[in-house]
Protein backbone atom coordinates (compact mmCIF):
# COMPACT_ATOMS: atom_id res chain seq x y z
CA UNK A 1 0.00 0.00 0.00
CA UNK A 2 1.02 3.77 -1.38
CA UNK A 3 0.60 6.68 0.48
CA UNK A 4 -0.27 8.11 -2.99
CA UNK A 5 -3.79 6.08 -2.80
CA UNK A 6 -5.47 8.87 -0.44
CA UNK A 7 -3.08 11.59 -1.07
CA UNK A 8 -3.35 11.90 -4.83
CA UNK A 9 -7.33 11.13 -4.29
CA UNK A 10 -7.44 13.78 -1.20
CA UNK A 11 -5.99 16.71 -3.37
CA UNK A 12 -7.90 15.95 -6.35
CA UNK A 13 -10.94 16.69 -3.85
CA UNK A 14 -9.31 19.47 -2.37
CA UNK A 15 -8.17 21.18 -5.98
CA UNK A 16 -11.63 20.75 -7.26
CA UNK A 17 -13.63 22.31 -4.97
CA UNK A 18 -11.32 24.92 -4.36
CA UNK A 19 -11.68 25.81 -8.22
CA UNK A 20 -15.30 25.35 -8.20
CA UNK A 21 -16.12 27.63 -5.39
CA UNK A 22 -13.39 30.54 -7.03
CA UNK A 23 -15.01 30.10 -10.31
CA UNK A 24 -18.90 30.77 -8.80
CA UNK A 25 -18.26 32.88 -6.13
CA UNK A 26 -20.00 36.13 -6.67
CA UNK A 27 -16.97 38.09 -5.30
CA UNK A 28 -13.66 37.12 -3.99
CA UNK A 29 -13.50 39.05 -0.79
CA UNK A 30 -12.97 36.14 1.69
CA UNK A 31 -10.65 34.24 -0.66
CA UNK A 32 -7.19 35.53 0.92
CA UNK A 33 -8.69 36.34 4.61
CA UNK A 34 -9.53 32.33 4.29
CA UNK A 35 -6.22 31.38 3.11
CA UNK A 36 -4.75 33.69 5.84
CA UNK A 37 -6.41 31.01 8.45
CA UNK A 38 -3.45 28.04 6.85
CA UNK A 39 -0.35 29.68 8.93
CA UNK A 40 -2.96 29.52 12.19
CA UNK A 41 -3.71 25.45 10.94
CA UNK A 42 0.03 24.86 10.73
CA UNK A 43 0.74 26.63 13.65
CA UNK A 44 -1.54 24.63 15.52
CA UNK A 45 -0.90 21.35 14.25
CA UNK A 46 2.90 22.40 15.51
CA UNK A 47 2.05 22.79 18.94
CA UNK A 48 -0.52 19.86 18.90
CA UNK A 49 1.99 17.32 17.75
CA UNK A 50 4.36 18.72 20.27
CA UNK A 51 2.43 18.23 23.18
CA UNK A 52 1.74 14.85 21.58
CA UNK A 53 5.17 14.10 20.99
CA UNK A 54 6.08 15.48 24.33
CA UNK A 55 3.83 12.96 26.52
CA UNK A 56 4.25 10.28 24.32
CA UNK A 57 8.13 10.09 25.22
CA UNK A 58 7.32 10.54 28.80
CA UNK A 59 4.78 7.45 28.47
CA UNK A 60 7.65 5.82 26.45
CA UNK A 61 10.17 6.38 29.50
CA UNK A 62 12.51 7.99 26.33
CA UNK A 63 15.98 9.12 28.11
CA UNK A 64 17.11 11.82 26.03
CA UNK A 65 14.12 13.45 24.23
CA UNK A 66 15.96 16.11 23.00
CA UNK A 67 18.67 13.42 21.03
CA UNK A 68 15.65 11.31 20.07
CA UNK A 69 14.43 14.60 18.29
CA UNK A 70 17.76 15.14 16.95
CA UNK A 71 17.79 11.89 15.24
CA UNK A 72 14.21 11.22 14.27
CA UNK A 73 14.51 14.27 12.20
CA UNK A 74 18.01 13.32 10.57
CA UNK A 75 16.77 9.45 10.18
CA UNK A 76 13.09 9.79 9.83
CA UNK A 77 12.55 13.49 7.99
CA UNK A 78 10.65 11.56 5.14
CA UNK A 79 8.40 10.10 7.12
CA UNK A 80 8.28 13.62 9.24
CA UNK A 81 7.42 15.45 6.03
CA UNK A 82 4.63 13.04 4.51
CA UNK A 83 2.78 14.09 8.06
CA UNK A 84 3.12 17.71 7.11
CA UNK A 85 2.37 16.98 3.65
CA UNK A 86 -1.11 15.71 5.09
CA UNK A 87 -1.75 18.57 7.37
CA UNK A 88 -0.77 20.78 4.98
CA UNK A 89 -3.43 19.39 2.11
CA UNK A 90 -6.15 18.92 5.13
CA UNK A 91 -6.14 23.41 5.93
CA UNK A 92 -6.24 23.56 2.26
CA UNK A 93 -9.11 21.35 2.30
CA UNK A 94 -10.83 23.25 5.15
CA UNK A 95 -9.89 26.44 3.26
CA UNK A 96 -11.83 24.68 0.45
CA UNK A 97 -14.42 24.26 2.09
CA UNK A 98 -14.89 27.87 3.79
CA UNK A 99 -15.19 28.94 0.35
CA UNK A 100 -17.87 26.60 -0.64
CA UNK A 101 -19.97 26.97 2.30
CA UNK A 102 -21.03 30.13 2.15
CA UNK A 103 -21.96 29.60 -1.83
CA UNK A 104 -24.40 26.91 -0.93
CA UNK A 105 -26.21 29.56 1.22
CA UNK A 106 -26.27 32.05 -1.87
CA UNK A 107 -27.81 28.98 -3.81
CA UNK A 108 -29.93 26.69 -2.22
CA UNK A 109 -32.44 28.43 0.25
CA UNK A 110 -33.11 27.22 3.47
CA UNK A 111 -36.71 24.94 3.49
CA UNK A 112 -36.18 21.89 5.91
CA UNK A 113 -35.88 23.20 9.39
CA UNK A 114 -39.54 22.43 10.07
CA UNK A 115 -39.63 18.74 9.05
CA UNK A 116 -35.96 18.40 10.70
CA UNK A 117 -37.37 19.75 13.88
CA UNK A 118 -40.41 17.45 13.43
CA UNK A 119 -38.47 14.34 13.11
CA UNK A 120 -36.39 15.54 16.54
CA UNK A 121 -39.58 15.13 18.07
CA UNK A 122 -40.94 12.03 16.97
CA UNK A 123 -37.51 10.76 17.73
CA UNK A 124 -37.62 11.79 21.58
CA UNK A 125 -41.57 11.43 21.96
CA UNK A 126 -43.01 14.48 21.46
CA UNK A 127 -39.68 16.59 23.56
CA UNK A 128 -37.37 19.02 22.13
CA UNK A 129 -34.10 17.30 22.86
CA UNK A 130 -32.61 21.10 23.74
CA UNK A 131 -34.91 21.08 26.48
CA UNK A 132 -33.57 17.78 28.06
CA UNK A 133 -29.82 19.50 28.06
CA UNK A 134 -30.25 23.21 28.79
CA UNK A 135 -27.78 22.52 32.00
CA UNK A 136 -25.11 21.35 29.86
CA UNK A 137 -24.75 25.54 28.26
CA UNK A 138 -21.94 27.98 29.74
CA UNK A 139 -19.07 29.64 28.50
CA UNK A 140 -17.00 26.31 29.01
CA UNK A 141 -18.83 24.17 27.22
CA UNK A 142 -19.11 26.34 24.27
CA UNK A 143 -15.30 26.54 24.09
CA UNK A 144 -15.02 22.86 23.98
CA UNK A 145 -17.47 22.75 21.47
CA UNK A 146 -15.28 24.70 18.95
CA UNK A 147 -11.76 25.12 19.79
CA UNK A 148 -12.04 20.91 21.60
CA UNK A 149 -13.57 19.93 18.27
CA UNK A 150 -10.86 21.77 16.39
CA UNK A 151 -7.84 20.69 18.61
CA UNK A 152 -8.91 17.05 18.85
CA UNK A 153 -9.60 16.99 14.77
CA UNK A 154 -5.81 18.22 14.39
CA UNK A 155 -4.27 15.44 16.87
CA UNK A 156 -6.21 12.74 15.07
CA UNK A 157 -4.86 13.30 11.69
CA UNK A 158 -1.42 13.85 12.83
CA UNK A 159 -1.77 10.54 14.75
CA UNK A 160 -3.52 8.95 11.51
CA UNK A 161 -0.53 10.37 9.19
CA UNK A 162 2.19 9.27 11.65
CA UNK A 163 0.97 5.47 10.99
CA UNK A 164 2.64 2.84 8.10
CA UNK A 165 0.44 2.94 5.37
CA UNK A 166 -1.97 0.42 5.14
CA UNK A 167 -5.96 0.08 3.96
CA UNK A 168 -7.58 1.23 6.92
CA UNK A 169 -4.97 4.56 7.02
CA UNK A 170 -5.48 5.06 3.17
CA UNK A 171 -9.58 4.64 4.23
CA UNK A 172 -9.87 6.89 7.52
CA UNK A 173 -7.69 9.39 5.45
CA UNK A 174 -9.85 9.47 1.91
CA UNK A 175 -13.07 9.77 4.30
CA UNK A 176 -11.90 12.56 6.07
CA UNK A 177 -11.63 14.71 2.36
CA UNK A 178 -14.72 13.33 1.19
CA UNK A 179 -17.05 14.67 4.27
CA UNK A 180 -15.58 17.91 4.07
CA UNK A 181 -15.72 17.75 -0.09
CA UNK A 182 -18.78 15.94 -1.14
CA UNK A 183 -20.78 14.69 1.78
CA UNK A 184 -21.33 17.55 3.68
CA UNK A 185 -22.11 19.71 0.93
CA UNK A 186 -24.31 16.88 -1.42
CA UNK A 187 -26.59 16.58 1.66
CA UNK A 188 -26.95 20.04 2.23
CA UNK A 189 -27.95 21.02 -0.97
CA UNK A 190 -30.34 18.10 -0.77
CA UNK A 191 -31.61 18.97 3.27
CA UNK A 192 -30.76 23.12 3.28
CA UNK A 193 -31.29 23.78 7.05
CA UNK A 194 -29.93 26.42 9.15
CA UNK A 195 -30.39 24.79 12.37
CA UNK A 196 -32.66 25.83 15.94
CA UNK A 197 -30.18 28.77 16.78
CA UNK A 198 -31.46 30.45 13.27
CA UNK A 199 -35.03 29.00 13.44
CA UNK A 200 -37.20 32.04 14.84
CA UNK A 201 -34.95 34.40 12.12
CA UNK A 202 -36.18 32.52 9.32
CA UNK A 203 -39.64 32.58 9.81
CA UNK A 204 -40.66 29.55 11.38
CA UNK A 205 -41.86 30.29 15.10
CA UNK A 206 -40.48 30.95 18.63
CA UNK A 207 -40.41 26.66 19.29
CA UNK A 208 -36.87 27.67 20.08
CA UNK A 209 -36.32 30.77 21.42
CA UNK A 210 -35.66 29.44 24.81
CA UNK A 211 -32.26 28.10 24.15
CA UNK A 212 -29.90 30.03 26.37
CA UNK A 213 -26.58 30.33 24.64
CA UNK A 214 -23.30 31.54 26.15
CA UNK A 215 -22.37 35.53 24.82
CA UNK A 216 -19.45 34.13 22.87
CA UNK A 217 -21.79 31.48 20.68
CA UNK A 218 -24.36 34.97 20.53
CA UNK A 219 -22.12 36.71 18.74
CA UNK A 220 -21.11 34.44 16.70
CA UNK A 221 -24.39 33.22 15.37
CA UNK A 222 -25.00 37.23 14.70
CA UNK A 223 -22.33 37.03 12.82
CA UNK A 224 -23.41 34.49 10.67
CA UNK A 225 -26.90 35.94 10.35
CA UNK A 226 -25.62 39.18 9.00
CA UNK A 227 -23.48 37.72 6.78
CA UNK A 228 -26.54 35.64 5.49
CA UNK A 229 -29.10 38.53 5.75
CA UNK A 230 -26.88 40.91 4.07
CA UNK A 231 -25.91 38.28 0.62
CA UNK A 232 -22.05 38.85 2.09
CA UNK A 233 -19.52 36.84 1.28
CA UNK A 234 -17.04 36.55 4.51
CA UNK A 235 -14.49 34.00 5.59
CA UNK A 236 -15.58 31.52 8.29
CA UNK A 237 -19.09 32.62 6.98
CA UNK A 238 -22.05 30.28 5.68
CA UNK A 239 -24.96 28.61 7.72
CA UNK A 240 -25.44 24.98 7.53
CA UNK A 241 -27.34 22.27 9.95
CA UNK A 242 -27.85 19.65 7.85
CA UNK A 243 -25.40 17.08 8.05
CA UNK A 244 -23.67 17.96 11.25
CA UNK A 245 -20.19 17.68 10.01
CA UNK A 246 -19.08 18.87 13.21
CA UNK A 247 -20.46 15.24 14.37
CA UNK A 248 -19.41 13.80 11.29
CA UNK A 249 -16.08 14.69 11.58
CA UNK A 250 -16.16 13.50 14.91
CA UNK A 251 -17.26 10.26 14.49
CA UNK A 252 -14.67 9.82 11.67
CA UNK A 253 -12.31 10.30 14.96
CA UNK A 254 -13.90 7.70 16.64
CA UNK A 255 -13.43 5.56 13.54
CA UNK A 256 -9.73 6.30 13.00
CA UNK A 257 -8.52 5.38 16.71
CA UNK A 258 -10.93 2.52 16.38
CA UNK A 259 -8.75 1.66 13.25
CA UNK A 260 -5.16 2.66 13.97
CA UNK A 261 -4.85 3.64 17.47
CA UNK A 262 -7.23 1.13 19.71
CA UNK A 263 -6.49 2.52 23.05
CA UNK A 264 -7.93 5.79 22.24
CA UNK A 265 -11.11 4.76 21.05
CA UNK A 266 -12.64 4.71 24.35
CA UNK A 267 -11.97 8.07 25.48
CA UNK A 268 -12.62 9.58 21.98
CA UNK A 269 -15.89 8.08 21.88
CA UNK A 270 -16.78 9.63 25.09
CA UNK A 271 -15.11 13.28 23.80
CA UNK A 272 -17.72 12.39 21.26
CA UNK A 273 -20.91 11.85 22.97
CA UNK A 274 -20.47 15.22 24.88
CA UNK A 275 -19.96 16.70 21.37
CA UNK A 276 -22.64 15.36 20.10
CA UNK A 277 -25.07 16.30 23.36
CA UNK A 278 -23.54 20.05 22.81
CA UNK A 279 -24.64 20.58 19.31
CA UNK A 280 -28.04 20.44 20.27
CA UNK A 281 -28.49 21.75 23.34
CA UNK A 282 -26.14 25.11 22.11
CA UNK A 283 -28.52 24.91 19.64
CA UNK A 284 -26.45 24.51 16.22
CA UNK A 285 -27.70 21.01 15.35
CA UNK A 286 -31.10 19.31 15.34
CA UNK A 287 -30.36 16.04 16.57
CA UNK A 288 -31.28 13.95 13.32
CA UNK A 289 -28.41 16.23 12.01
CA UNK A 290 -25.56 14.37 13.91
CA UNK A 291 -27.18 10.87 13.58
CA UNK A 292 -27.25 11.63 9.72
CA UNK A 293 -23.62 13.41 9.89
CA UNK A 294 -22.60 10.38 12.13
CA UNK A 295 -23.94 7.57 9.88
CA UNK A 296 -22.99 9.05 6.89
CA UNK A 297 -18.75 9.03 8.42
CA UNK A 298 -19.29 5.23 9.27
CA UNK A 299 -20.67 4.38 5.48
CA UNK A 300 -18.43 6.17 3.80
CA UNK A 301 -15.55 4.58 5.88
CA UNK A 302 -17.08 1.27 5.04
CA UNK A 303 -16.60 1.93 1.72
CA UNK A 304 -13.28 3.45 1.23
CA UNK A 305 -12.35 0.95 3.72
CA UNK A 306 -13.56 -2.05 0.71
CA UNK A 307 -12.10 0.16 -2.11
CA UNK A 308 -8.55 -0.13 -0.21
CA UNK A 309 -8.49 -3.64 1.05
CA UNK A 310 -9.41 -5.00 -2.54
CA UNK A 311 -12.45 -6.24 -2.41
CA UNK A 312 -14.55 -3.55 -4.07
CA UNK A 313 -14.57 -3.82 -7.73
CA UNK A 314 -12.98 -0.99 -9.67
CA UNK A 315 -11.43 -0.45 -13.34
CA UNK A 316 -8.09 -1.70 -13.70
CA UNK A 317 -6.87 1.75 -14.37
CA UNK A 318 -8.21 3.47 -11.93
CA UNK A 319 -6.64 0.81 -9.38
CA UNK A 320 -3.53 1.57 -10.80
CA UNK A 321 -3.85 5.19 -10.85
CA UNK A 322 -4.50 5.01 -7.11
CA UNK A 323 -1.63 2.28 -6.27
CA UNK A 324 -4.81 0.05 -5.15
CA UNK A 325 -3.53 -3.51 -4.61
CA UNK A 326 -5.34 -6.10 -6.33
CA UNK A 327 -8.66 -7.02 -6.24
CA UNK A 328 -9.49 -10.59 -3.97
CA UNK A 329 -10.38 -12.66 -6.28
CA UNK A 330 -7.57 -11.34 -8.79
CA UNK A 331 -4.84 -12.16 -5.36
CA UNK A 332 -6.09 -15.32 -4.79
CA UNK A 333 -5.23 -16.79 -8.63
Request: include cysteine; hydrophobic fraction near 55%.
Amino acid sequence: MDERSWLVPSVLLTVTSGALALLIMPNHSGVLPALGLLPLWLFASVVLGAFAGFFGMMAAGVPSPSRYIVDMVMHRWKWLLMIALGITVAGLNMIAFMWTKPLLNWFVPFWADPMLARIDRILFLGHDPWTLLGSLNNIGSAVFYHRGWFAMMIITLLIVLSRPASPRKAAVMLTYFLLWSVIGPVIHILLPAAGPVFYEKLGYGSEFAGIAVPAEMQRMSDYLWQVYQGDQFAPASGISAMPSLHIATTVWMIIAMSALARRMAAPTAGFGIVIFLLSISLGWHYAIDGIVGGGAALGCYALCLRMYDGRMKLPSWLRAGLVLPKPVDAAAD
